[in-house]
Protein backbone atom coordinates (compact mmCIF):
# COMPACT_ATOMS: atom_id res chain seq x y z
CA UNK A 1 0.00 0.00 0.00
CA UNK A 2 0.95 3.98 -0.25
CA UNK A 3 3.50 4.93 2.55
CA UNK A 4 3.63 8.53 2.98
CA UNK A 5 6.21 10.09 5.08
CA UNK A 6 6.29 13.78 6.50
CA UNK A 7 9.15 16.13 7.86
CA UNK A 8 9.96 18.35 9.56
CA UNK A 9 7.79 16.24 12.87
CA UNK A 10 7.77 19.86 14.49
CA UNK A 11 8.61 23.46 13.88
CA UNK A 12 8.92 26.66 14.78
CA UNK A 13 8.88 30.17 13.46
CA UNK A 14 8.83 33.68 14.34
CA UNK A 15 5.16 35.37 13.09
CA UNK A 16 5.43 36.42 9.94
CA UNK A 17 7.97 34.06 8.55
CA UNK A 18 7.92 31.47 6.41
CA UNK A 19 6.68 27.76 6.98
CA UNK A 20 7.64 25.10 4.76
CA UNK A 21 6.54 21.38 5.38
CA UNK A 22 7.28 18.40 2.94
CA UNK A 23 5.93 15.06 2.33
CA UNK A 24 7.05 12.14 0.09
CA UNK A 25 4.72 8.89 -1.34
CA UNK A 26 5.56 5.83 -2.48
CA UNK A 27 2.71 5.03 -4.97
CA UNK A 28 2.78 6.23 -8.31
CA UNK A 29 -0.95 6.00 -8.51
CA UNK A 30 -1.60 8.47 -6.47
CA UNK A 31 -3.28 11.53 -7.63
CA UNK A 32 -4.73 13.40 -5.35
CA UNK A 33 -2.68 14.75 -2.35
CA UNK A 34 -4.78 16.76 0.38
CA UNK A 35 -3.53 18.68 3.31
CA UNK A 36 -5.07 19.11 6.79
CA UNK A 37 -4.96 21.44 9.70
CA UNK A 38 -5.97 19.98 13.25
CA UNK A 39 -6.32 22.30 16.26
CA UNK A 40 -6.40 21.12 19.76
CA UNK A 41 -9.44 18.76 20.55
CA UNK A 42 -10.87 19.29 17.32
CA UNK A 43 -11.18 17.21 13.84
CA UNK A 44 -8.57 18.09 11.02
CA UNK A 45 -10.03 20.51 8.93
CA UNK A 46 -9.12 20.61 4.99
CA UNK A 47 -6.99 23.57 4.03
CA UNK A 48 -6.04 23.45 1.13
CA UNK A 49 -5.64 19.87 -1.90
CA UNK A 50 -3.47 19.94 -5.18
CA UNK A 51 -4.38 17.21 -8.25
CA UNK A 52 -1.92 15.35 -9.53
CA UNK A 53 -2.18 17.23 -13.36
CA UNK A 54 -1.42 20.91 -11.22
CA UNK A 55 2.20 21.19 -10.46
CA UNK A 56 1.40 24.60 -7.88
CA UNK A 57 -1.65 25.98 -6.69
CA UNK A 58 -2.70 28.71 -4.15
CA UNK A 59 -4.86 30.23 -1.73
CA UNK A 60 -4.18 33.46 -0.16
CA UNK A 61 -0.97 33.00 2.30
CA UNK A 62 -1.30 28.96 1.98
CA UNK A 63 0.31 27.12 -1.18
CA UNK A 64 0.89 23.69 -2.07
CA UNK A 65 3.62 22.60 -4.92
CA UNK A 66 3.76 18.64 -6.27
CA UNK A 67 6.23 17.06 -8.22
CA UNK A 68 4.86 13.99 -9.43
CA UNK A 69 8.62 12.54 -10.50
CA UNK A 70 10.37 13.15 -7.25
CA UNK A 71 7.07 11.95 -5.76
CA UNK A 72 7.29 14.54 -3.32
CA UNK A 73 4.63 17.33 -2.46
CA UNK A 74 5.29 20.82 -0.29
CA UNK A 75 2.65 23.14 1.91
CA UNK A 76 3.96 26.63 1.97
CA UNK A 77 2.35 28.97 4.68
CA UNK A 78 3.66 32.69 4.21
CA UNK A 79 3.61 35.77 6.44
CA UNK A 80 2.48 33.30 9.28
CA UNK A 81 0.12 34.33 12.07
CA UNK A 82 -0.13 33.39 15.81
CA UNK A 83 -3.57 31.58 14.82
CA UNK A 84 -1.86 28.81 12.17
CA UNK A 85 -0.29 27.17 15.16
CA UNK A 86 -1.51 23.72 14.84
CA UNK A 87 -0.71 19.98 13.86
CA UNK A 88 -0.37 19.62 10.04
CA UNK A 89 -1.30 16.63 7.76
CA UNK A 90 -0.62 15.82 4.51
CA UNK A 91 -2.31 12.95 2.56
CA UNK A 92 -2.15 10.85 -0.25
CA UNK A 93 -4.98 9.08 -2.58
CA UNK A 94 -5.65 6.76 -5.03
CA UNK A 95 -8.63 8.38 -6.87
CA UNK A 96 -9.93 5.11 -7.76
CA UNK A 97 -10.62 3.61 -4.00
CA UNK A 98 -11.15 6.71 -2.31
CA UNK A 99 -8.45 5.66 -0.14
CA UNK A 100 -6.70 8.45 1.88
CA UNK A 101 -3.10 7.64 3.57
CA UNK A 102 -1.64 10.23 5.87
CA UNK A 103 2.01 11.65 7.24
CA UNK A 104 2.86 11.42 11.21
CA UNK A 105 2.03 15.49 11.26
CA UNK A 106 4.10 18.68 11.78
CA UNK A 107 3.24 20.47 14.85
CA UNK A 108 3.82 24.03 14.00
CA UNK A 109 4.28 26.83 16.77
CA UNK A 110 4.14 30.24 15.62
CA UNK A 111 6.07 32.88 18.13
CA UNK A 112 4.42 36.17 18.28
CA UNK B 1 -24.08 22.25 5.72
CA UNK B 2 -23.95 20.66 9.09
CA UNK B 3 -20.75 18.86 9.68
CA UNK B 4 -19.88 15.54 10.56
CA UNK B 5 -21.61 14.76 14.37
CA UNK B 6 -19.58 12.20 16.46
CA UNK B 7 -20.62 11.25 20.02
CA UNK B 8 -19.90 10.60 22.51
CA UNK B 9 -16.63 13.60 22.93
CA UNK B 10 -15.39 11.26 25.55
CA UNK B 11 -14.91 7.94 26.76
CA UNK B 12 -13.34 6.38 29.59
CA UNK B 13 -13.59 2.76 30.91
CA UNK B 14 -11.73 0.05 32.33
CA UNK B 15 -9.72 -3.10 30.20
CA UNK B 16 -12.07 -6.02 29.43
CA UNK B 17 -15.31 -3.56 29.10
CA UNK B 18 -17.38 -2.75 25.96
CA UNK B 19 -17.96 0.86 24.32
CA UNK B 20 -19.50 1.80 21.26
CA UNK B 21 -18.88 5.26 19.23
CA UNK B 22 -21.51 6.62 16.78
CA UNK B 23 -21.17 9.12 13.45
CA UNK B 24 -23.92 11.01 11.20
CA UNK B 25 -22.39 12.08 8.34
CA UNK B 26 -22.66 15.19 5.82
CA UNK B 27 -25.93 14.61 4.05
CA UNK B 28 -25.55 13.25 0.57
CA UNK B 29 -22.11 11.39 1.73
CA UNK B 30 -21.64 8.06 -0.12
CA UNK B 31 -18.24 7.35 1.69
CA UNK B 32 -17.87 6.58 5.67
CA UNK B 33 -14.66 6.34 7.44
CA UNK B 34 -13.43 5.27 10.71
CA UNK B 35 -9.77 6.33 11.50
CA UNK B 36 -7.84 6.13 14.66
CA UNK B 37 -5.27 8.40 15.46
CA UNK B 38 -2.84 7.53 18.53
CA UNK B 39 -1.43 10.44 20.40
CA UNK B 40 1.21 12.17 18.16
CA UNK B 41 0.44 10.24 15.08
CA UNK B 42 -1.80 10.53 11.80
CA UNK B 43 -4.97 8.90 11.26
CA UNK B 44 -4.89 5.02 10.51
CA UNK B 45 -7.88 4.16 8.34
CA UNK B 46 -10.04 1.29 10.66
CA UNK B 47 -12.72 0.59 7.92
CA UNK B 48 -14.64 2.63 5.09
CA UNK B 49 -17.86 2.33 3.36
CA UNK B 50 -19.15 2.70 0.76
CA UNK B 51 -23.11 3.43 1.17
CA UNK B 52 -23.89 0.62 3.34
CA UNK B 53 -21.50 -2.11 2.32
CA UNK B 54 -17.52 -1.96 3.25
CA UNK B 55 -14.25 -1.49 1.07
CA UNK B 56 -11.45 -1.36 3.30
CA UNK B 57 -11.29 -3.02 6.43
CA UNK B 58 -7.93 -4.72 6.16
CA UNK B 59 -6.65 -3.16 9.41
CA UNK B 60 -9.76 -3.53 11.40
CA UNK B 61 -8.85 -5.58 14.34
CA UNK B 62 -11.84 -8.04 13.80
CA UNK B 63 -11.57 -9.86 16.88
CA UNK B 64 -12.42 -7.45 18.77
CA UNK B 65 -13.76 -4.13 16.79
CA UNK B 66 -16.86 -4.12 14.79
CA UNK B 67 -18.16 -1.11 12.39
CA UNK B 68 -21.81 -1.34 10.76
CA UNK B 69 -23.46 1.57 8.95
CA UNK B 70 -27.04 1.46 9.03
CA UNK B 71 -29.01 2.61 6.14
CA UNK B 72 -26.07 4.02 4.78
CA UNK B 73 -26.13 6.70 6.47
CA UNK B 74 -25.55 6.38 10.12
CA UNK B 75 -22.52 4.20 11.63
CA UNK B 76 -21.56 2.80 14.89
CA UNK B 77 -18.16 1.31 15.82
CA UNK B 78 -17.65 -1.05 18.62
CA UNK B 79 -14.97 -2.08 20.41
CA UNK B 80 -15.30 -5.65 23.01
CA UNK B 81 -13.27 -6.03 24.84
CA UNK B 82 -11.26 -3.08 25.05
CA UNK B 83 -7.61 -2.70 25.97
CA UNK B 84 -5.24 -0.53 26.97
CA UNK B 85 -3.64 -0.20 23.45
CA UNK B 86 -6.92 1.01 22.20
CA UNK B 87 -6.98 4.45 24.26
CA UNK B 88 -6.79 7.03 20.85
CA UNK B 89 -9.10 9.50 19.29
CA UNK B 90 -11.52 8.05 17.14
CA UNK B 91 -12.41 9.91 14.15
CA UNK B 92 -15.07 9.53 11.44
CA UNK B 93 -14.64 11.22 8.38
CA UNK B 94 -16.94 11.32 5.10
CA UNK B 95 -17.02 12.40 1.56
CA UNK B 96 -18.68 12.11 -1.75
CA UNK B 97 -17.07 9.50 -2.85
CA UNK B 98 -15.85 10.76 -6.15
CA UNK B 99 -12.76 11.21 -7.56
CA UNK B 100 -10.96 13.55 -5.77
CA UNK B 101 -13.41 14.22 -3.04
CA UNK B 102 -11.67 15.62 0.08
CA UNK B 103 -12.26 13.96 3.37
CA UNK B 104 -14.41 16.22 6.36
CA UNK B 105 -13.80 14.65 9.60
CA UNK B 106 -15.84 15.35 13.16
CA UNK B 107 -13.99 16.36 16.03
CA UNK B 108 -13.62 12.58 17.15
CA UNK B 109 -14.51 10.47 20.09
CA UNK B 110 -11.61 10.52 22.82
CA UNK B 111 -10.96 7.20 24.53
CA UNK B 112 -8.69 6.23 27.71
CA UNK B 113 -8.91 2.44 28.79
CA UNK B 114 -7.71 2.38 32.21
Known amino acids: GENVEQHPSTLSVQEGDSAVIKCTYSDSASNYFPWYKQELGKGPQLIID?????GEKKDQRIAVTLNKTAKHFSLHITETQPEDSAVYFC???????????FGTGTSLTVIP | EAGVAQSPRYKIIEKRQSVAFWCNPI?????LYWYQQILGQGPKLLIQFQNNGVVDDSQLPKDRFSAERLKGVDSTLKIQPAKLEDSAVYLCASSLGHFFSPLHFGNGTRLTVT
Open chain 2, 27 to 31: SGHAT
Open chain 1, 91 to 101: AASVGTGNQFY
Open chain 1, 50 to 54: IRSNV
